[in-house]
């Protein structure tokens, strides 16, 4: 249990920190740092710097996966990398939402280019943490049951952080405002952005910490066959392995689907509800809601097995945008829907993950290497490509929809609702009913051939470990 719990408080802090990032940094941008109609022009060059690194960075995360697997410390070479990565990337976000000191305004060239070189180094170190993270699965237990637990524990803390950052993220930043620039509680400032921030960043170091002094990877004679890996043959490992290719397609299109729609959430609540308070709600209904869809995931998966939840979650994920279409302003309908589109989140996340875990050991039957970050940094370069997506889409949309800086309700016309509309539900459906009929018809890796691939591994290891045995005796 202490295990479980370890793992759990690094990615609560982890999730934490990547939801405020991928989230709420264009929301800081567009409703704190540039509210005029004037600054369209520095919102769309921040959203294109943004885009355009995230996108490139994205590239490398593979080659980050293979220095991983690389590493020999002796702490591991997972856990050097999770700490670093958190400081580095906590250190960087700090930054990033202090605005360097007034720049956007006193200097905006020199302004544009500390973001760029920030977000890059908060983007590289931050993928060495959760590459490293993530991929320290299926170092823990070869046993798919544990792996099931340990998964599950991690995705508990990676919901709470992620949805405690929901509930929190409006009365903080309130209460920061109201006591750095003693404005009335309620009203936002920027230094009530930075004070929230800075708790963000101590709870991501911190739980990292926490992690990296508890857990630590196991041997065996399976993960004895990691070998070091060329970058060069880096895409080669990933693209021999089919399992792994169809699962990111079907995820990438899930992500995309969920980040979009989850980024433009709050815009919702602002621009169309006139209800910005009432974000919280989402917070505190996905909070429970997260833990009690992550908590029932290994009975679940013992029922009615992974391909089932992934396909069932996005038909309950289906209904919430439905209800969503129909709600209108009405708040207890979108709280609603709020909860039938989140419910299923979990779920398939942790669908994704046991079944990318497991393609481990299948990617080490088909090239004889095995390949535990390379393989596993897939999963984060997907959601961090539909996290760039969405930011580019959002900063686009807010511009377009007329919903920046202190616009009503009332002022949004019906083309501007029509847009968001658009983005924030029409496209995410149809791309969710795609991503489960590829989950459907080509993912095909089940718990009991994992079982298999493992005797087989171990079959065809202990034969090799007694030919050279045999050899080193002549």
Not at 317 to 334: D, K, W
Not at 337 to 352: N, R
């Amino acid at each position: 249990m202490k295990q479980y719990l370890s793992y759990a408080f690094g990615t609560f802090g982890h999730d934490a920190f990547y939801n405020t990032l991928s989230i709420y940094f264009m929301m800081f941008i567009t409703s704190q740092l540039f509210t005029n109609s004037s600054d369209a022009g520095m919102v769309s060059i921040v959203t294109t710097i943004i885009v355009c690194i995230r996108v490139g960075e994205i590239m490398f995360d593979p080659m980050i996966g293979a220095a991983v697997d690389n590493t020999k410390t002796r702490w591991g070479k997972f856990r050097p990398w999770i700490m670093i990565g958190s400081v580095v990337a906590s250190i960087g976000l700090v930054f990033l939402f202090s605005d360097f000191f007034g720049l956007s305004y006193s200097n905006p060239l020199i302004y544009l280019i500390l973001l760029g070189v920030t977000f890059v180094v908060i983007d590289v170190f931050y993928s060495f943490s959760d590459i490293a993270i993530w991929s320290m699965l299926p170092a823990l237990s070869i046993d798919n049951k544990v792996r099931t637990r340990y998964g599950t524990a991690a995705r508990i803390g990676s919901t709470l952080g992620a949805q405690v950052v929901i509930i929190i993220i409006i009365p903080a930043i309130m209460l920061f405002s109201h006591l750095f620039s003693k404005v009335p509680f309620g009203q936002q400032t920027h230094a009530g952005w930075l004070g929230y921030v800075v708790i963000v960043a101590l709870l991501c170091s911190g739980g990292a910490l926490i992690t990296c002094l508890t857990i630590k990877e196991k041997d065996s004679l399976i993960r004895s066959n990691v070998k070091h890996t060329k970058f060069t043959d880096v895409f080669k490992v990933i693209g021999k392995n089919k399992v792994l290719l169809w699962i990111a397609l079907s995820y990438f299109l899930f992500a995309f689907s969920y980040v979009v729609t989850n980024s433009l959430l709050m815009y919702y609540f602002r621009y169309r509800l006139g209800n910005a308070a009432a974000y919280t709600w989402v917070g505190v209904i996905t909070c429970v809601l997260g833990v009690v869809s992550v908590a029932s995931f290994p009975a679940l998966d013992a029922w009615i097995h992974r391909k089932a939840i992934y396909v069932g979650g996005i038909a309950f994920m289906l209904i919430g945008y439905i209800i969503f279409l129909f709600a209108g302003s009405s708040l207890p309908l979108v709280l609603l829907a709020v909860a039938f589109y989140f419910f299923p989140y979990p779920l398939i996340f942790l669908a994704t993950l046991m079944v990318i875990t497991d393609s481990v050991e299948y990617g080490q039957l088909v090239s004889g290497v095995r390949n535990e970050s390379v393989t596993l940094s897939v999963r984060p370069l997907i959601d961090k490509l539909a996290g760039a997506a969405s930011n580019g889409i959002v900063g686009i949309v807010a511009v377009a929809a007329g919903m920046t800086g202190n616009a009503n309700p009332s002022d949004i016309t019906a083309h501007g609702v029509f847009q968001f509309n658009m983005f924030m539900f029409y496209i995410p459906i149809a791309l969710l009913i795609i991503a489960a009929l590829i989950f459907f018809a080509k993912v095909n890796l089940s718990e009991a051939q994992h079982a298999e691939i493992v005797k087989t591994l171990n079959a065809r290891l202990e034969k090799e470990q007694q030919v050279s045995s045999l050899k080193d005796g002549v």
